[in-house]
């Protein structure tokens, strides 16, 4: 079974340095996979392989990493990043101190010339200055060029580094040699390199800043665990880090406190407030017997519960691990948009070598260099490959955050964009539409038998079933105190009941085609059961060597919100089907009772798939909703599966979706962030793409020959700086993002 491993990743400076840290990686051998993800500067590895040869090999490609193994090292990864925010501010402040007074001189026109000897001191100690912001507030660009260049690859430090580098070679030949260069030309341009590296910081730190928050929801998840549990060992109550409970603890919650680990109920109730796991916001009522989970908390009363699932086994952990893996996947539309960053920075520095000819060559007398240099300088300013490498990551973070906040668990990225193309819904009926806990509402015995004796042989051939319906005749039985027999020969026959032995005569327990097949003669009984199928109930027919000895109903209420929730279903225009292995009668009764448009009844388990896969055949874009084992291929198959998070671990396995609440309003809201993240994500590009084509342009100077605009570089700096900034602050509108919640 591969390993993950989730790396934190610094040197990274834009979206060209995803291909090379992922290619890097790709090369470690025993790596399966890895994605890494720009907006959170992590990597994610799947493989055969041991996180120090990860991190050896991406220093040796020039970036540097260490292993995240756990929320501790969540805590210093933030913490460390806080510093570099601080240190980002003030190498801002530095560079704008030396390059602003600049800026202001020029504006005014008192700069000196570069003649006399005054005046060129004056020029040569504006070039150490300006050197000295080179050095402390932008040293890491020329470093990351570095490392860049030796690796064979081009990232934004390269342009960055080469516009700033340039203008300041440039100045110093010009206050060097100024009578070598035509008067027009003689223009120094140290204030600009030190106001773009001012400005450039000050972008980063302030796109930082905003990064931060779209991580919100995985530190609020986080911040659900407790630290300590309260432990009764021997007697005694005690208060105990959380990492040392142990499986069968016995532990003791008080009100207000935070549940430590997942257990169940022994001793008392409550009402426990699961909202922060579910979205649901009203307190849950928890009373012997019951589960509790990991990160609720207890509102009123005490009661002790016994320790099931604690450390990386508990409910909370693997929610935050979903969450996590979620939003450092990539959907497809990221995947493209990582291709194109790839080439971005190699066709910027064309663009500007092309740039610098052009006016070299064919630009007017004396200005031809100076405008040259200026529109060579801007180019490689202005163009930003963080925006678009921030438009889809970013976004996907907030998406799975806000998503998480609702009670709902993507596994993926590509999940998250196909939820908003559903236009068919699949609904398994039992646990879906349903509540899923069916109970015995008739009991008709005919050819002798009686009620008590057909209930007990019922319950003692099904005591071996896993199916819901067998859970509700051996919970009648025992709840009337009913003895069970011993079987033999068990069976389960797919899609249609069971078989056994009791005191050597043959049972079989089923429905209606179970006992067609067996030549069961059922006239005693079809008409209740007709009449109990028309009223949503489920007929359970037994015969006893070869004689039909009666029938059990049982019945599974629907959901309460199910018809609400179809309902919006409906206002989104999709269509819902419901898809059961019941019978076609009872199918219909709960279809029509909720609102479904199509019923497909009396399918196999192993049948329910083909059904999704035939209807995928005709151009439809399938959700499937299920619970249970059975609907596990289903789920598989369709383009996005939704597990019901109170069903079983095999189905949730199965899905892209999990809805922890287990309401059918988990899928509307799950579509509703879908379509926003996806808007979200296409603005981001739409605005990183037109920044970039206008851009680009108005930086080379195709204005200037019509209009007489030149665009300035300390204005393209600023630009550059800012188009991340607003990428990141669009995808932080996500969070305030709600589904619509009418007649709820």
């Known amino acids: 079974m591969n390993m993950t491993i989730r790396l934190s990743v610094s040197g990274m400076s834009c979206a060209g340095c995803v291909g090379s840290v992922e290619s890097i990686l790709n090369r470690v051998t025993g790596v399966s996979s890895a994605s890494v993800n720009f907006a959170e500067h992590t990597a994610t590895v799947e493989g055969h392989v041991s996180a120090q040869s990860l991190v050896d090999a991406i220093r040796a490609g020039g970036y540097d990493a260490a ?52 005046e060129q001191f004056f020029w040569f100690l504006t070039a150490a200055l300006t050197l000295w912001v080179l050095i402390y507030s ?14 064979h690859n081009a990232n934004m430090d390269t342009l960055i580094a080469l516009g700033t580098g340039s203008a300041w070679l440039y100045s110093i030949v010009i206050i060097t040699f100024p009578d070598q260069v035509p008067s027009l030309a003689q223009h120094a341009y140290f204030e600009a390199a030190a106001i773009i590296i001012a400005l450039i910081n000050l972008g980063a730190a302030l796109e930082m800043r905003a990064r931060g928050q779209t991580s919100q929801a995985i530190k609020r998840l986080i911040g659900l665990q407790a630290k300590t549990a309260r432990v009764i060992r021997n007697g005694v109550e005690q208060d105990i880090p959380i990492e040392e409970v142990r499986l069968e603890d016995t532990l003791r919650v008080r009100p207000g406190e935070r549940i430590a680990v997942d257990g169940r109920i022994i001793e008392g109730s409550s009402r426990v407030d699961e909202s922060m796991l579910t979205g649901e916001p009203v307190p849950v009522k928890k009373q012997v017997g019951d589960e509790v989970v990991s990160g609720s908390i207890n509102k009123m009363g005490s009661f002790l519960f016994q320790a099931q699932r604690i450390g990386q086994d508990t409910t909370l952990f693997h929610i935050i691990a979903m969450v996590r893996t979620a939003q450092a996947s990539k959907p497809a539309i990221a995947r493209l948009v990582d291709k194109i960053s790839a080439l971005f ?12 000819l052009a006016w070299f060559n064919f630009g007017t007398g004396d200005q031809a260099i100076s405008l040259a240099i200026v529109t060579t300088m801007t180019v490689l300013i202005i163009a930003c490959p963080c925006a678009l490498g921030l438009a889809t990551p970013i976004s996907i973070m907030v998406g799975v ?50 009620e008590t004796s057909l209930l007990q042989w019922a319950a003692s051939i099904e005591q071996s079933s896993e199916h819901p319906l067998a859970e509700a005749i051996v919970s009648e039985a025992k709840k009337k105190q009913i003895a069970l027999l011993e079987i033999t020969r068990f069976s389960a026959i797919a899609g249609q009941g069971v078989e056994a032995k009791i005191k050597n005569k043959l049972v079989l ?54 018809l609400v929730a179809i309902q919006r279903m409906h206002d989104l225009g999709l269509k819902v089907i419901l898809l059961t292995g019941d019978n076609h009668i009872t199918a219909e009764a709960v279809a029509k009772q909720v609102g479904i448009d199509e019923v497909i009844a009396e399918v196999l388990p192993q049948d329910k798939a083909n059904t999704v896969v035939n209807l995928q055949a005709q151009g439809v874009h399938v959700g499937m909703v299920g619970d249970g084992i059975n609907d596990a291929p289903a789920l598989a198959s369709a383009d996005v599966g939704f597990a019901i998070g109170t069903g079983t671990d095999v189905a949730i396995e199965s899905a892209d979706i999990t809805l ?13 962030i879908s379509k926003a993240t996806v808007r979200n994500i296409k603005q981001n590009l739409f605005g990183a793409f037109i920044y970039n084509i206008v851009g680009i342009p108005i930086a080379a100077g195709v204005l200037y020959p019509i209009m007489g605009i030149l665009l300035n570089p300390m204005i393209a700096g600023a630009a550059m700086a800012m188009s991340s900034v607003t990428v990141v602050t669009n995808a932080n509108r996500l969070r305030r993002f709600k589904p619509k919640q009418e007649q709820r």
Not at 83 to 104: C, D, E, I, N, T
Not at 348 to 355: C, D, G, K, P
């Open 67 to 118: 292993e995240l193994s756990g929320n501790d090292d969540e805590t210093e990864k933030e913490a460390a990043e806080i510093v570099h925010y601080r240190k980002l501010l003030k190498m801002s402040a530095f560079a704008a101190v030396v390059g602003v007074p600049q800026f202001a001189l020029g504006m005014t026109g008192v700069l000196p010339g570069f003649f006399e000897r005054g």
């Open 138 to 151: 932008g040293g890491h660009f020329f470093t990351g060029a570095w490392q860049s260049l030796k690796n």
């Open 345 to 356: 920075v190699p066709t910027v520095l064309i663009i500007a070598v092309i740039t610098f």
């Open 401 to 450: 955050g806000k998503a998480a906040e609702f009670g709902i668990l993507i596994r993926n990225g590509d999940a998250l964009q196909l939820a908003g193309k559903i236009n068919t819904i699949v609904l398994d009926k039992t646990g879906t539409v349903t509540v899923g806990k069916p109970s015995v509402t008739t009991l008709i015995a005919v050819n002798n038998w009686t």
């Open 509 to 562: 327990l089923g429905n209606r085609k179970l006992m067609n097949d067996h030549n069961i003669d059922i006239a005693a009984v079809t008409t209740a059961a007709l009449e109990l199928e028309h009223q949503a109930q489920t007929p359970v027919f037994i015969a006893i060597d070869g004689k039909i000895a009666g029938l059990i109903s049982v019945n599974d209420a629907i959901k309460p919100d199910s």
């Open 660 to 672: 922890i609440r287990g309401s059918l309003h988990g899928v509307v809201d799950a579509i509703a």
